[in-house]
């Protein structure tokens, strides 16, 4: 299906996703939810429309009730929800969660979910960090084997929409040491059970993370995905899927804080001309400019490549990533020093880029684990 | 009594006066600054600034006479260092000891000095600062606030912007326009009190979450006359003078930290190290290090250059550019090592020190705007010390 998708596909869907996050979601809706400290963390009736247009399915087959877009598609949709730090569970549930379902689930996993995520009424976290940085294979939790299934225990962190999923996408390990690549299994299983606890974590982004954890949590077996002990396999590209998708949202955000801020060069004066006058700043933009290219060009190799199933698809979302984090640590902070005095202010927005941009950083790994995996995977 | 002698003089006293809850990483909130209304939030800060003003030692090398403690500035080094060994925090944060008091000890009047330096040191008066506007910033000559000569008095309006602490001040050294018809030629500097009438202030909240500067509006502030510093219009000279002493203060920020995180070196090996404290990402290692080195080398330069006779505009200039760019630098480093445990903003799931490590991280962005941007200091070092043409 993301093959078909034209050119002109794509300038439509970008269009619309544009218009659409900046007339439903524009940056003060954000401020207004994270101001009223909203329980939710983003706005259900923005979501549903979201879901309406056939956002929440974008990676999910036609037969299992999607539309089947690709990455490309979505990453579209994320750019452009960046740029209005839009939150929403396109990361949680479309991003992240469900393509475990979709490529591994077995028929009654995936009737019970698919068409539901699809449909915007279901949501599903994945419950898969343990550590503070992006650690993908450190997998303490353990899932122990027994008469009823598996008794879950352990704690998980930075659960993306983890206080409000209605699912749980589990990464726990039924085998082998704890860092160890072989050994993982993934479940799908009840937010509700016995023994799981869940905790809101308020994050510098005002978006929602929760912590997690399980003390003796009895779950069934037939809650597990794919093979016991092969969870890595299924995660590992679905994990790609979610960088390149974050680097799209990052690249979004990039952009408006630099159009935001190129504008500010514009009208600012002082000397008795526009600082955007002076070549010290100039260069600056200009550099970022190109830095914001790069990175462009990189997360739509990698959103490419991961509909084509490209043999180095991987290490393209390594670049995508770790260019994404560079890109965005130098806009957003350059967006603010540019500001002067009014960019330190809670009233400017560049200061919401400057938050939001390190946690998307972080997330599925920073330009360190990025630089670090694209070494290996190209055998240095 | 040698250096030797000083020091273990020091340490002793030190050990016996600096309470135990001096001793440890200090909240925001917890900083004493003074003032007419003073908060001790912590119940051991009373005690602990009292001890130190007693003994001169808020402002360790000003003479006696004014409150200070007359220490050489080899015997100022080795008290800081005895503080930084035992982790005491300063007693005593303030604007007048930072900038305005060593301006007015290099050229204020004996009648300026008995005035205003004592009860500084004693933090009886808490100042801020009155230079920028939002017209004038980088610009910070073109300030429009006019002070008008009525005959026995002054008449100041107009309005200031970023005036840290303003609400909490009871005192302002304030640039004002005397003279409407040059531009730096027309600047004086005067000094009144934040509580007359006409004065409103209103707080703004900054990325961090503080509400730490405001917007100062004066309207129709009436200023005795003899509160003007130096000579009537040539406020613009005094004013680099103070910015000198406030770019070197703002260098050191990083460096202490003002001991609200543990030191750098700490927090990288708690939050990337294993349990030694080893750090074995290469990556990590590499950043930290690196960061650890310009360290060093940014110390002795401080020492080396703070030390030299008059700090020329140009020194002061290059460390406050360097300090608060490796300062900003040295947050993000620590943000990395950090991942998700530093972007906490509230909340129980993360520890006291994650969440002003998150705080920290995004004031540490104003270092290189207040006190004059790095942009600014740039072109101070091209043009000061390097004459390079406009
Ligand atoms: C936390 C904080 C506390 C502060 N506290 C005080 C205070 O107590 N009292 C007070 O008076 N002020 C205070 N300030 C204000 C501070 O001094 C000004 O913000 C600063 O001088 C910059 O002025 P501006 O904000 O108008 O920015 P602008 O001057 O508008 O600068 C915007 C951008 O343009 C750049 N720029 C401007 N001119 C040039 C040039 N010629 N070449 C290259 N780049 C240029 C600047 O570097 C900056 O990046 C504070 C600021 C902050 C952030």
Not at chain 1, 273 to 302: D, N, T, W
Not at chain 2, 150 to 165: A, E, I, P
Not at chain 2, 185 to 208: T, Y
Request: hydrophobic share 40%; aromatic share 6%.
């Amino acid at each position: 299906m993301a093959d078909q998708l034209t050119q002109q596909d794509h300038e439509l869907l970008r269009d619309t996703a544009a218009r659409f996050f900046g007339e439903r979601s524009p940056l003060g809706a954000m401020r207004q939810l994270r101001d009223e400290q909203n329980e939710v963390g983003f706005d259900r009736e923005v979501w549903r429309e979201m879901s309406e247009m056939g956002w929440a399915g974008i990676l999910i087959d036609e037969a299992d009730g999607g539309v089947d877009l690709g990455y490309r598609a979505l990453g579209t949709i994320l750019e452009q929800s960046g740029r209005t730090l839009t939150a929403s569970p396109l990361l949680s549930t479309v991003l992240s969660a469900t393509p475990i379902i979709s490529r591994a689930g077995n028929e009654a996993q995936r009737a019970d979910t698919l068409s539901a995520v699809a449909d915007g009424a279901l949501m599903i976290a994945l419950a898969h960090e343990e550590c503070p940085r992006h650690a993908p294979h450190r997998i303490a939790t353990r899932a122990v084997k027994n008469d009823d299934g598996y008794v879950i225990n352990g704690k998980k962190t930075f659960v993306l929409d983890g206080h409000v999923a209605d699912r749980l996408l589990l990464v726990a390990r039924t085998s082998c040491e704890d860092d160890q690549r072989e050994g993982i299994s993934l479940f799908l299983i009840d937010n509700a059970l016995p023994g799981i606890r869940i905790k809101r974590t308020r994050m510098v982004d005002s978006r929602n993370a929760a912590n997690i954890r399980f003390n003796n949590v009895q779950i069934p077996a037939g809650s597990i995905i794919g093979t016991v002990g092969g969870g890595a396999d299924i995660l590992d590209p679905v994990l790609d899927g979610a960088r390149a998708g974050v680097a799209a949202e990052m690249l979004g955000s990039g952009q408006e804080a630099f159009d935001i801020t190129v504008e500010y060069l514009k009208v600012r004066e002082q000397f008795g001309a526009p600082i955007g006058s002076f070549q010290a700043l100039k260069h600056r933009a200009a550099e970022m400019y190109c830095e914001i290219e790069l990175a462009r060009s990189a997360v739509y190799a990698a959103l490419d490549a991961l509909d084509q199933k490209a043999r180095d698809a991987a290490e393209l979302v390594c670049v995508a990533k770790a260019k994404a984090c560079d890109m965005l640590e130098l806009v957003s902070n350059e967006a603010v020093q540019m500001h002067g005095g009014i960019g330190m202010t809670d009233e400017a927005d560049v200061g919401l880029f400057l938050k939001r941009a390190r946690v998307a950083q972080q997330l599925y790994g920073d330009v360190v684990f990025h630089r670090q995996r694209f070494a290996d995977l190209i055998g240095l | 009594m040698t250096l030797e002698d000083f020091r273990s003089e020091t340490r002793a006293w030190l050990e016996e006066n600096c309470p135990p809850g001096m001793r440890t990483p200090m909240p925001d909130d917890e900083r004493v600054w003074g003032g007419k209304n003073p908060v001790f939030k912590h119940p051991e800060s009373k005690v602990w600034m009292e001890r130190m003003v007693e003994r001169g030692w808020t402002a360790p090398q000003w003479p006696r006479e004014y409150g200070g403690g007359g220490l050489s500035r080899a015997e100022a080094a080795i008290l800081t260092e005895e503080m930084n060994r035992i982790s005491a925090r300063p007693p005593l944060f303030s604007f007048g000891l930072g900038m305005l008091g060593p301006l007015l000890l290099d050229i204020g009047t004996q009648a300026e000095k008995e005035r205003y330096l004592a009860p500084i040191t004693r933090g009886e008066i808490r100042w801020c600062q009155g230079y920028s506007e939002p017209g004038a910033g980088s610009d910070l000559a073109g300030l429009q606030t006019r002070a008008e000569d009525k005959g026995d008095h002054y008449l100041v309006n107009g309005q200031k912007v970023w005036t840290s602490y303003a609400h909490h001040a009871d005192w302002i050294f304030c640039l004002v326009r005397t003279d409407t018809s040059v531009k730096h030629a027309g600047i004086s500097f005067l000094l009144f009190d934040m509580h007359s009438p006409g004065v409103e202030v209103r707080p703004i909240k900054l990325i961090s979450g503080a509400s730490a500067f405001c917007e100062t509006f004066f309207d129709n502030v009436k200023v005795p006359k003899d509160q003007l510093v130096g000579e009537v219009n040539g406020g613009w000279a005094i004013a680099k003078q103070l910015l000198a002493h406030e770019r070197a203060m703002i260098s050191q920020l990083g460096a202490r930290g003002g001991n609200r995180l543990p030191p750098f070196k700490d927090m990288a090996r708690r939050y990337a190290g294993d349990a030694n404290g080893r750090i074995a990402d290469p990556l990590l290692r590499d950043l930290v290090a690196r960061q650890l080195i310009n360290d060093r080398a940014f110390e002795s330069t401080s020492k080396r250059a703070i030390g030299s006779a008059d700090a020329a505009a140009g020194v002061a200039s290059m460390l406050k550019y360097y300090g608060t760019e490796q300062n900003k630098r040295k947050m993000e480093v620590i943000m990395k090592c950090a991942g998700y445990a530093g972007l906490g903003w509230e909340g129980e799931e993360f520890d006291d020190n994650d969440l002003v490590l998150c705080r920290s991280w995004l004031r540490s962005k104003g270092n290189s705007i207040e006190g004059g941007t790095s942009e600014v200091q740039l072109n101070v070092i091209a043009k000061r010390i390097l004459g390079l043409p406009d």
